[in-house]
């Protein structure tokens, strides 16, 4: 059988007010103890679960609670460790104050319907009547050494009182059933007469006794359900068709609904469970959660309409998305859930998707996702807009920049150049930089020729730049020798070394603008080259152009004949 929590009555201590509670006439509102901040304490919330709001102060342990028949007054066990003046079975107003201390001790109390008394466990076994003034406390069930009777309760005309009471069966098991008697307490009788364990009576308005008994079975496993009774016991039946825990009933206070806590939303727990709180119609119709974070909710009691307005939006969840950059846009997968039912089944399952829409080349550390709106089934709709973000979305590549060497560059053989180029990303970040020499490092200008100087780049999530790709040409700087009598030049590099050679030939390409084929300069012993013009070409002025082996860039030089 599964457990059901037990209640030590001085073990609550409770954090800081955010402020006092605002409660208006005629407005639904339910007290429970709860472990919400890791200890037990007592709390005021809306009948839909919004405005949950701590009574006491911080330091404060306290008991099951329960309301005056106005909905003014609460009365509760109470121990302020800081003053004993206003410690014991204590009256306060709704906003806590005003507290006044009508008795030493003692809990699980019921107000009278005329508002006059009040019924509680003044001691382990003991149920103790005492006036709401505090006059007149009177012990009306004494339970000697062995008895135990717990959890009173009036009846809607004042005139009895049902309670707890542990009976020994002839099967020799001692198992707790639910007993009435009169207001001063003669006839005390069993009325659930089950061999189950029956629990916390709570006599509603309409006259019923609503109570939880572990009289279910699943799974070989007893779990508690709420039943109502008539008062006399006869019509015995649970409430609500679904097979899952309920424990602690409370009625509403026109006797439409009923309070309740339960672990049904802790599947395979068996001991030291979470019971939240949870509301439903007297016929066990629309459960609604009203606490999510409590861990162990104990007691309810419940003032005003059974009539609960859902004021509250479906509740979403998504899951997926990137806490980083991403170089792709982000989705995400949403489920959606409401007690009352959702307008459109499919935002539960199979559930929605947000993504991200940044467009390709662009880069984006505040991406939102796209919205979708959620309603429930309420008169009139709850409804939400879903929308995700921010992600950091990187949809574009570095963007290299080479200033040296520029495209269709010419330098000399030999010539010191430097490289420069930069990699920069304003998203992820540059994850790489590569050129064949890094930025600042001297270009290949050791051989003629046509190079080609390529800069590659990716940043931190992949996205890889074009190639970055410049040409540049390197030559021979050429010397005139002599410019008479014929042309003598040399090649040199940056450096005016003396770089011609056999090896290297000199094409002549023109001569004053007319096309030349088949002409060469002759290579000298002396490392230099000689061309002398033809006859026809008479003597003064000329130029011509020519080219040196592997040289890609024509030279031009003007000599006088």
Same mark, same amino acid.
Not at 105 to 117: K, V, Y
Not at 197 to 202: F, G, I, S
Not at 377 to 398: E, S
């Given at each position: ?97 005003? $507290? ?8 699980? &109390?019921? @107000? *009278?319907? /005329? !508002?006059?008394? =009040?019924? %509680? ?117 649970? $409430? ?8 602690? &009933?409370? @009625? *509403?206070? /026109? !006797?439409?609904? =009923?309070? %309740? ?132 979305? /990187? ?167």
């Amino acid at each position: 059988m599964r457990r059901i929590p037990l209640m030590v009555l001085a073990a609550f201590a409770l954090a800081a007010m955010s402020g006092q509670i605002a409660f208006a006439a005629g407005h639904s509102k339910i007290a429970f103890l709860g472990y919400i901040d890791g200890y037990p304490r007592l709390f005021l919330v809306d009948a839909d679960g919004s405005n949950r709001t701590p009574f006491d102060p911080p330091g404060v342990q306290a008991g099951p609670a329960t309301w005056s028949p106005d909905g003014t007054k609460i009365v509760y066990g109470r121990n302020d460790p800081n003053d004993s003046a206003h410690s014991g079975m204590v009256i306060a107003a709704v906003d806590g104050s005003g $507290i006044v201390r009508i008795g030493p001790g003692g809990g699980n &109390p019921s @107000w *009278s319907p /005329d !508002g006059l008394r =009040i019924v %509680f466990n003044c001691g382990s076994r003991d149920i103790c009547v005492v006036g709401a003034d505090g006059n007149g406390l009177t012990t009306v069930l004494d339970g000697g050494v062995a008895d135990l009777n717990v959890y009173p309760s009036w009846s809607p005309d004042g005139t009895q009182i049902t309670y707890a009471h542990n009976v020994s069966f002839s099967s020799g098991l001692v198992l707790r059933q639910i007993y009435v008697m009169n207001a001063d307490g003669s006839s005390p009788h069993n009325v659930s007469n089950s061999e189950s364990w029956d629990d916390y009576p709570r006599w509603g308005p309409d006259g019923r006794i609503a109570f939880m008994t572990a009289r279910e079975v699943v799974n070989g496993v007893g779990i508690y359900k709420v039943f109502v009774m008539d008062g006399d016991g006869s019509n015995q039946h649970a $409430i609500a068709s679904e097979r899952m825990s309920e424990y602690y &009933p409370a @009625w *509403s206070s /026109d !006797g439409s609904g =009923i309070a %309740f806590t339960s672990d049904r939303d802790a599947p395979g727990c068996d001991i030291d469970c979470k019971y939240e709180l949870y509301t439903m119609t007297a016929t066990g119709q629309n459960v609604t959660r009203l606490t999510f974070d409590a861990n162990l909710v104990l007691f309810p009691a419940w003032h005003g309409d059974g009539e609960v307005v859902d004021t509250r939006p479906p509740t979403v969840q998504c899951s997926g998305g990137s806490t980083g950059w991403a170089n792709a846009n982000v989705t995400v997968a949403c489920t959606a859930s409401d007690p009352s039912g959702l307008a459109n089944p499919a935002d539960a399952a199979p559930g929605f998707q947000l993504s991200t829409s940044v467009p390709a080349g662009v880069e984006d550390s505040g991406a939102m996702t796209d919205s979708h709106q959620v309603c429930d089934l309420a008169t009139p709709p709850n409804c939400t807009t879903v929308q995700r973000g921010p992600f950091m979305v /990187d949809r574009k590549a570095p963007t290299i920049s080479v200033t040296t060497p520029a495209n269709n560059a010419a330098f000399v053989l030999a010539q010191p150049v430097n490289a420069s180029y930069t990699c920069l990303d304003g998203g992820s970040g540059t994850a790489s930089c590569t050129g064949p020499v890094s930025s600042g490092s001297p270009i290949d200008t050791a051989s003629v020729g046509t190079k080609t100087f390529i800069v590659n780049a990716s940043d931190q999530v992949g996205n890889q730049s074009p190639q970055a790709s410049r040409s540049y040409t390197v030559s021979y700087a050429v010397t005139v020798v002599q410019a008479g009598g014929g042309l003598t030049v040399r090649l040199e590099d940056f450096n005016g070394v003396n770089r011609s050679s056999a090896s290297i030939v000199l094409t002549l390409q023109s001569i004053d603008g007319s096309s030349v084929t088949g002409q060469t300069f002759s290579f000298k012993n002396n490392n230099v080259y000689k061309y002398t013009p033809p006859h026809r070409f008479g003597r003064g002025p000329h130029t011509v152009v020519f080219v040196a082996t592997g040289d890609p860039v024509p030279h031009t030089v003007s000599f006088t004949n």
